[in-house]
């Protein structure tokens, strides 16, 4: 999800970039409303337990929202791949995923020919040892030691973060993918306009269904719009249609499982979903 917001004005323009897996499953499955029913899923009973759950300290675990920290860092790279490292999570914890994966390429860059520097300079003072009895110089000696020791450090930290890179990595393509899809729709098919919402689709190549969805929103701060957004268990209180709407679970700030079930009223239709969302700054 894409918003820009002026202070002043609270306008905001929105794009949702979505992809389904429409592939038809194999097996036979009865109604959602059945499967929901007796999963107990959205019922007041399911509700009535969550609360119980609550009160007993064994929901889910709380996510912790710290306030951000790289708001003036413009992501840009220092001399120090160190302290680049670390800007990296920082980024990752403020949801500012692209700006991170844009680091991390510079630092493992960087990383990469410091490396190779520094296997060339001990092959070459080998060779001059051999030549001069052995003799180094040590302040050069001692600023090798220590790019060794700052690339370990760096290394070390990518190893234990390796999970946290990888899926930066995976999300970060999904990121990009919507960033290209914010401006074009050359590639995408108009379904309609309604409601001042214009919703656009496009068929994947590995078999998903991509939905565009684009609108404006005038005297709503985009910190408002996400906040509703984020408050699954509150949708089917005003979403048409939604007759009862789940949280599964919170995975990061901007991250969120959640389930729905859409029906119309006297008619005895219904069906049910779950999604995964996912923000980035």
């Known amino acids: 999800v894409d918003g820009q917001a002026s202070k002043q004005h609270h306008h905001s323009s929105f794009i949702v970039v979505a992809r389904i897996d429409v592939a038809q499953p194999k097996v036979h499955r009865s109604s959602t409303v059945d499967s929901a029913s007796r999963l107990g899923i959205g019922t007041n009973k399911h509700r009535q337990r969550q609360n119980a759950a609550t009160q007993k300290g064994n929901s889910m675990t709380e996510l912790v929202i710290k306030p951000p920290t ?45 490396k ?29 030691q220590r790019k ?31 960033k290209r899809s914010l401006g074009r729709n050359e590639d995408w098919t108009l379904a309609q306009t309604l409601f001042g919402i214009t919703t656009y689709y496009r068929r994947e190549d590995d078999g998903s269904l991509s939905i565009k969805l684009e609108g404006k929103l005038d005297g709503v701060p985009l910190f408002e719009q996400v906040a509703v ?24 700030k901007l991250d969120t499982v959640g389930w729905f079930m859409v029906g119309v009223p006297n008619f005895g239709l219904a069906r049910d979903g779950g999604f995964r969302a996912i923000g980035c700054d």
């Not at 001069?132 to 001692?142: G, I, V």
């Not at 957004?229 to 990061?252: G, Q």
Request: glycine share 4%; aromatic share 6%.
């Open 70 to 114: 790289t708001t003036k860092d413009d992501g840009s790279p220092s001399d120090d791949v160190w302290d680049d490292a670390n800007r990296i999570f920082a980024f990752i914890d403020d949801e500012r995923h692209l700006a991170a994966l844009g680091l991390y390429k510079s630092v493992a860059e960087r990383l990469a020919g410091m």
């Open 116 to 144: 190779e520097k520094l296997e060339g300079s001990n092959s070459s003072t080998t060779k001059s040892k051999s030549k001069s009895s052995k003799r180094s110089d040590k302040k050069a000696e001692l600023e090798r």
């Open 148 to 178: 060794l020791l700052k690339i370990q450090k760096v290394d070390r930290l990518f190893q234990k973060k390796a999970a946290v890179l990888t899926k930066l990595e995976k999300h970060c393509k999904l990121f990009e993918s919507a």
């Open 229 to 252: 957004l984020r408050e699954v268990d509150l949708h089917f209180k005003w979403a048409p249609f939604c007759s009862s709407s789940l949280t599964v679970t919170h995975l990061d």
